[in-house]
Nanobody
Framework: QVQLVESGGGSVQPGGSLRLSCQAS????????MAWFRQAPGMEREGIAY????????NYAGSLKSHFTISYDNVKNMVYLQMNALQPEDTAMYYC?????????????????WGQGTQVTVSL
């Protein structure tokens, strides 16, 4: 079965950086859509970025492209989210998601596979 496992979360000070990893297994992810979402306390889950692993082609939500970068390692079947200049408002549970074929957007309904999440906390 498909399994997505996130890692790399933790507590950092404002301005700090983290790189999240998502290990994918269960089938060939070489031509699929993979994405990162986050859910802050009291908020709905929101999309951050997606990457189509076949090209690759990427897209980002809002202004997150300035500090967040999504990438994919086709050898390790691993998706990364590099996060720089983190601020308290970035505190959230971060989730990896995947769906077969081309990427269509950053709505939760567009992804059929989800990881369990990794917590990111940004505070003094």
């Amino acid at each position: 079965q498909v399994q997505l496992v996130e890692s790399g979360g933790g507590s950092v000070q404002p301005g700090g950086s983290l790189r999240l990893s998502c290990q994918a297994s269960g089938y060939n992810f070489s031509s699929d859509c993979m994405a990162w979402f986050r859910q802050a306390p009291g908020m709905e889950r929101e999309g951050i970025a997606y990457i189509y692993t076949g090209k690759p082609f990427t897209n980002y939500a809002g202004s997150l492209k300035s500090h967040f970068t999504i990438s994919y390692d086709n050898v390790k079947n691993m998706v990364y989210l590099q996060m720089n200049a983190l601020q308290p408002e970035d505190t959230a549970m971060y989730y990896c998601a995947a769906d077969p074929g081309f990427c269509t957007g950053l709505e939760t309904s567009e992804y059929r596979h989800w990881g369990q999440g990794t917590q990111v906390t940004v505070s003094l």
